[in-house]
């Protein structure tokens, strides 16, 4: 089946800069698209970014110009370069593969102010 795990959440300070990372197995990495979305109590489920086999990306408005998408196919890894982060970023991060459905468990951003 398909895994896939988030790591490098934590806590930080606004301003500060986070690279969360989402290790996948089970598929064949290189040839499938692979995405972020965050989730806070009370909110939809909601786009960071997405990444395609062939580099195509998409962003959340409330992100875009601050986070980076980005992927290494050699160590079948996704990562997500989180720079200037606001308060309102705080959430829990998941990683997932749309072609699939599935989602790893979650890593934790949390933001002060």
């Known amino acids: 089946q398909v895994q896939l795990v988030e790591s490098g959440g934590g806590l930080v300070q606004a301003g500060g800069s986070l690279r969360l990372s989402c290790a996948v197995s089970g598929m064949r990495f290189s040839t499938n698209a692979i995405g972020w979305h965050r989730q806070v109590p009370g909110k939809e489920r909601e786009l960071v970014a997405l990444?395609?086999?062939?580099?195509?990306?998409n962003y959340g408005d409330f992100v875009k110009g601050r986070f980076t998408i980005s992927r290494d196919n050699a160590k079948n890894t996704v990562y997500l370069q989180m720079n200037s982060l606001k308060p309102e970023d705080t959430a829990v991060y998941y990683c997932n593969s749309p072609r699939y459905g599935s989602w790893g468990q979650g890593t934790q951003v949390t933001v002060s102010s």
């Open positions: 990444i395609s086999n062939v580099g195509f990306t």
